[in-house]
Structures are given as structure tokens and as C-alpha cells.
């Protein structure tokens, strides 16, 4: 990535700052703090905008171009893999653009600004006896426009799937500027968040002279280009979140724009509001703890768990433990871990604590027979 000059940089800086009410800070103390994530990169940034609406992203986004200068988009900070550093124009949006438009509890949707966090969307969707299913376990701190851009997953996504399986429609704005809707339903007019362009949105929006037209044909091309390499090379796993979800392009995918784009990790377009799916949050849980020789004993029982219906289901080894024994970590947590060096914890829901309890129970009866039986131990979850 090449760096502005010095000079550009400081009139880049002067007409952000003649265009949008958010702030502007280039200066030496914010680009330190903006150049690390929760990975082990650093690139100093040329500059850190924080937006206060949408339409100070856009004209961010506008100047930037003016400048030939990249953006790079940023929720919580807490990717691994340096996704959030780089020389470029960071956009933070998690101080002012973190709303949630609207949850409407019917059609089990949510309409949000990127910068939302998810415990706050999930704190709001459950007055509604509803979650968003997907939850790293930054959950506290990462928003939902990162977890579009890394197409996060966590506990709960063996009951709701990805981020991407979650994904309804977006509002995206390109470098170029362009502004619109992909997606199911293509705007926030609809009511129900339901699919509304007929069976293939690609097709549908190719036909036009406007920006939009432009990019769904080089889609269709792309597709087109790649339709029989593409089912032939993905391969077909439920945690796939590596690359560009061009299978989502493909009419047997629902041909979906904007969960094609949930992954790209801010290369493709800013995200400036997304319809997502929410679903049922049980309210009774229990939590069945299994304790394995080591760790490959653990991920063998995974298919049978599965089977099993869990809501949550996490997987770790002795490292993890030794790390927080050295560490003095929650040692009351550690002692009640079920014999073994290798542990699953599967959680259970149900409407009832007698439910939640009675599908743990089963799994129990049936991993008895197993050829290697875990250890286990379960107990009831107030709160997840
Ligand atoms: C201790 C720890 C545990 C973790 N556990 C999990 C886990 O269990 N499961 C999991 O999947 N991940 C996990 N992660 C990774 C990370 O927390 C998640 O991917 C999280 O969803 C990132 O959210 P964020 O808001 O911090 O995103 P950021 O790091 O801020 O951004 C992520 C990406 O999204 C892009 N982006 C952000 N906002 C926008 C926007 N508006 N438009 C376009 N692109 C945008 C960014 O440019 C970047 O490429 C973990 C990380 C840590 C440090």
C-alpha cells in the first residue's frame, strides 16, 4: 500500500475536516493507537476519521478518493489476522455509528449501522425472545459491520449458522461512491426483510444504465466465468469463512449479493447498514461439559454431538487450561472441568430446564456405549 506524502496528507486531513462534523485525527497519538488489532501486524495509518452519521462516511469516503488515498473500514479492532491495519484511512465506526435502526420482532429482522456491538443487538433482540445466532467471543467489544467483514461464527453458530447465513441485505457504498442496496428485498422499504426481486437478484438488477447495473453485470460475468469451477473447489463445510463467498453468486446458492460480500473484509465496499436474521433464543440452557483423553478424542465425538441438536458447542485442549493455571485464571472453572485433556462443552436449550436438561441427559446415555466413553459433567446456564 503506498503512503501519502506528508503534504497530500495534511490536505487531505484539512478538507475532511471542511467536510463532515465527525472527527478527523491524523495526528501522531490517534495513528498509534489505529495501527495495531487484536493481531500481532502494525501499519501506521495515514489518518483516523470517526464518522458521526452516514453521510460523514460517504463523504470520507469522497475525499479520500479526491486524494487517491484507501480506506479501511473498522468496527471493535478485534481481528487476529491484521485485518484492521494497513496505510490507510481508518474509518471507526463503533463510537457514533453503532445504531440499532429498528428490530421488528414479526419478521425476526434487525436493521443496524456497522459500528453496533453485538451483545447490544443481542441485549435488544431478546426482549423480543430473539438473538443474533452467530457470536465470537469478542461478543462484547466486536460490532456487527467486522463481523460482516471476517463472516464471524462462535458458539451459537451450530444453531443459526455464519454471519453470512445471517445476512438478509446491506447498504454498501463503493470507493467510486456509488450507494445501494443488494441483497433479498434490496432496500429497508420492505416491511417482512423477505426476498422480493424474484429468484435471482443478479439478473434482476444487471439490466440498468446506473453504477448499480455496472457491478451486478461484472457479477454476472464472474459467475458465469466461474459456474462449474465453483461448487467443484469449495468444498462444502459449514465453517468455510476463508475467501470470497463466490458460491452465494450461484442461482442454486440464492444468488445473493450481499451474503457474496459478508467475508470480503472491507476490500469490496463500506457496509453501511444491514438487514439481518434474528432467531428464537431458548430461554432454559444447560451446559454439558465432556472431558476426552486429549483433544483429537474430543473433535472425533464432534459428529455425534452435532446430532445431538445442541444450541452451542466449543472445543479446546490442555494448552488452553496450562495457559490459565499459569496465569491464575479462573481456577474455580478449571476444577469443575470434567476429567481429561481435551474437552467439548455443549450447550443445550429448550423452553423448560427440564427440557434443556433432557436433551444433555440423552447425549449422556448415548456417548455411555461409546468405544471411548468421556467424562461429563453438566449444569444449568442462567445466562449466555
Ligand atoms: C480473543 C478473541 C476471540 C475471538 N473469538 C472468535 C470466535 O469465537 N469466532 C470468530 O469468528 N471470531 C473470533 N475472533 C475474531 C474477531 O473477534 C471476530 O471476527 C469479530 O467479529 C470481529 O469484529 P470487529 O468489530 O472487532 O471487527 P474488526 O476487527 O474491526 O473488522 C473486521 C473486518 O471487517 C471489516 N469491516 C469492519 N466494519 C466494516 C464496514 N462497515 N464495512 C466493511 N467492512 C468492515 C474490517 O475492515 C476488517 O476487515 C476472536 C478474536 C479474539 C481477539
Given at each position: ?11 487531505l ?13 491524523f495526528?501522531?497519538?490517534?495513528r ?20 458521526r ?79 443474533f ?18 463472516n ?21 457504498l ?17 416491511p ?34 466461474y ?19 463466490l ?8 444468488a445473493?449479493?450481499a ?21 428464537p ?8 461439559m ?13 459428529p ?48 423448560t ?32
Amino acid at each position: 500500500m503506498v503512503a501519502l506524502a506528508s503534504d497530500q496528507a495534511h490536505a487531505l486531513a484539512r478538507r475532511l475536516r471542511e467536510r463532515i462534523s465527525g472527527e478527523v485525527r491524523f495526528d501522531a497519538g490517534a495513528r498509534a493507537l489505529y495501527a495495531t488489532d487484536a493481531s500481532n501486524y502494525r501499519e501506521v495509518p495515514i489518518g483516523v476519521v470517526v464518522p458521526r452519521d452516514l453521510d460523514d462516511v460517504v463523504a470520507t469516503v469522497a475525499a479520500c478518493r479526491e486524494f487517491d488515498a484507501p480506506v479501511l473500514s473498522r468496527g471493535g479492532g478485534t481481528s487476529l489476522a491484521g485485518q484492521c491495519c494497513n496505510t490507510a484511512v481508518v474509518i471507526d465506526y463503533s463510537k457514533w455509528c453503532n445504531r440499532i435502526v429498528e428490530i421488528d420482532p414479526r419478521a425476526r429482522t434487525a436493521l443496524v449501522e456497522p459500528g453496533c456491538v453485538l451483545d447490544q443487538l443481542r441485549d435488544a433482540a431478546a426482549e423480543h425472545g430473539l438473538t443474533f445466532g452467530p457470536d465470537p467471543s469478542t461478543h462484547a467489544h466486536n460490532t456487527l459491520g467486522g463481523m460482516i467483514g471476517n463472516n464471524s461464527c462462535g458458539v451459537h453458530s451450530v444453531m443459526a449458522g455464519r454471519t453470512a447465513d445471517n445476512v438478509i441485505a446491506m447498504e454498501v457504498l463503493t470507493y467510486d461512491g456509488a450507494r445501494f442496496w443488494v441483497g433479498d428485498g434490496n432496500g429497508v422499504e420492505r416491511p417482512d426483510g423477505a426476498a422480493g426481486d424474484g429468484p435471482d437478484e443478479i439478473d434482476t438488477h444487471a439490466g440498468g444504465e446506473d453504477a448499480k447495473a455496472a457491478i451486478y453485470r461484472g457479477l454476472k460475468a464472474l459467475r458465469e466465468r466461474y459456474a462449474e469451477l465453483i461448487p467443484e473447489r469449495y468444498p462444502d463445510i459449514p465453517r468455510r469463512v476463508s475467501g470470497y463467498n463466490l458460491d452465494e453468486l450461484l442461482p442454486a446458492c440464492g444468488a445473493n449479493v450481499a451474503r457474496a460480500l459478508v467475508g470480503s473484509e472491507g476490500t469490496c465496499v463500506v457496509v453501511l447498514r444491514a438487514r439481518l436474521r434474528l432467531v428464537p433464543r431458548p430461554p432454559c440452557r444447560t451446559l454439558l461439559m465432556l472431558g476426552y483423553a486429549d483433544v483429537c478424542g474430543a473433535a472425533a465425538h464432534v459428529p455425534e454431538v452435532l446430532d445431538a441438536g445442541p444450541v452451542g458447542l466449543e472445543g479446546f485442549d490442555d494448552n488452553l487450561i496450562r495457559f490459565m493455571r499459569d496465569k491464575h485464571m479462573h481456577p474455580d472453572a478449571i476444577a469443575r472441568l470434567p476429567d481429561g485433556d481435551g474437552w467439548l462443552m455443549v450447550e443445550f436449550g429448550g423452553d423448560t430446564q427440564d427440557q434443556a436438561s433432557a436433551s444433555a441427559g440423552r447425549l449422556m446415555e448415548r456417548l455411555r456405549d461409546c468405544a471411548s466413553t468421556p467424562s461429563t459433567r453438566p449444569s444449568d446456564v442462567r445466562r449466555s
